[in-house]
């Protein structure tokens, strides 16, 4: 699939989803990137926790985490 396919396959997906505000309270700030990388085909970028973290280790997951205060 080429970035422009799943550009348009998201837009559709997503164009009958109602947007959804998450209330305040107590939560943790934190982003992910989401990254896709076009070689004639897309392609997203993972990253693979160490085994030395807190918590979940070892796994695959997007790049990101908690805000630093």
């Known amino acids: 699939m080429t970035v422009d396919e799943?550009?348009?396959l998201t837009r559709q997906r997503l164009?009958?989803?109602?947007?959804r505000?998450?209330?305040s309270g107590p939560l943790v700030q934190a982003a992910v990137l989401l990254a896709i990388l076009d070689r004639g085909e897309a392609?997203?970028?993972?990253?693979?926790?160490?085994?030395w973290v807190a918590h979940h280790r070892g796994q695959v997951s997007?790049?990101?985490g908690?805000?630093?205060?």
Not at 43 to 51: C, P, Q
Not at 66 to 69: E, S
Request: glycine share 8%; hydrophobic share 45%; charged share 35%.
């Open 43 to 51: 392609r997203l970028v993972f990253a693979k926790r160490t085994e």
């Open 6 to 8: 799943l550009a348009r």
């Open 21 to 23: 505000v998450v209330p």
């Open 62 to 64: 997007f790049p990101g």
């Open 66 to 69: 908690i805000i630093d205060p």
């Open 15 to 19: 164009a009958g989803r109602r947007r």
